[in-house]
């Protein structure tokens, strides 16, 4: 299972764009990545997942370069509410495989007025 | 939008007391786990479950505990006798076949006196 690098905490401020970058440079052929959200005493959430290249959904998008040893999550605006733990974990996600997923500490981003 | 559902959301219990953790998963997904929390700490994988079997479990995950699906909806987790150390927030998830995150319950905060 492919171990991930996060920041262990980020800041910004409301309106602005984050990114945060995770690395995995031993993710393996069929590693999809995927970012969750965790608010305190909460279970995390998913937020969006990709192979590679850039994906997109209404909360966030996702960047994977072609290596595929790091991905950047990109939260577009964000706002006091976005403040939470994000977490990069990768793993396969193929029907029939052993679904453990290895999480890590996250990212503790603080969304500031 | 469909959730995993868990009970109680709290639970105090004596030190070698059984306790049993009951989720209801989102019904057309085939995969459910077993995660706990202990406060401020990684979220750690327990156990997943598929086609009514055990498909892989943590080194966490000792004789003391035991997952059942007693019917068509009910993903329940019982601890047998309960140590101090097992005091964390529990997370029940589920995922479908395809491609996808997990959905995460919002969680049972377990407490051993």
């Known amino acids: 299972l492919a171990k991930t690098t996060q920041p262990i905490s980020m800041d910004s401020y409301e309106g602005q764009e984050v990114n945060i970058t995770c690395s995995h440079n031993n993710i393996a052929t069929n590693d999809y990545i995927t970012w969750y959200q965790q608010f305190p005493s909460q279970g995390p959430r998913f937020i969006i997942q990709?192979?590679?290249?850039?994906v997109t959904n209404e909360v966030a998008s996702l960047f994977i370069p072609a290596d595929r040893k790091s991905s950047t999550l990109s939260l577009p605006r964000v706002s006091l509410s976005d403040t939470a733990v994000y977490y990069c974990l990768v793993g396969s996600d193929n029907a029939g495989n052993n679904r453990k997923l290895i999480w890590g500490l996250g990212t503790s981003l603080a969304v500031n007025p | 939008e469909p959730e995993v559902t868990q009970t109680p959301s709290h639970q105090v219990t004596q030190m070698g007391q059984e306790v049993i953790l009951r989720c209801v998963p989102i019904s057309n997904h085939l995969y459910f786990y077993w995660y706990r929390q202990i406060l401020g700490q990684k979220v750690e994988f327990l156990v997943s479950f598929y086609n009514n079997e055990i498909s892989e479990k943590s080194e966490i995950f000792d004789d003391q505990f035991s997952v059942e699906r007693p019917d068509g909806s009910n993903f329940t987790l019982k601890i047998r006798s309960t140590k101090l150390e097992d005091s964390a927030m529990y997370f029940c998830?589920?995922?479908?076949?395809?491609?996808?995150?997990?959905?995460f319950g919002s969680g049972t905060r377990l407490t051993v006196v």
């Open positions: 998830a589920s995922s479908p076949i395809i491609l996808g995150g997990y959905t």
């Open positions: 990709g192979y590679k290249t850039k």
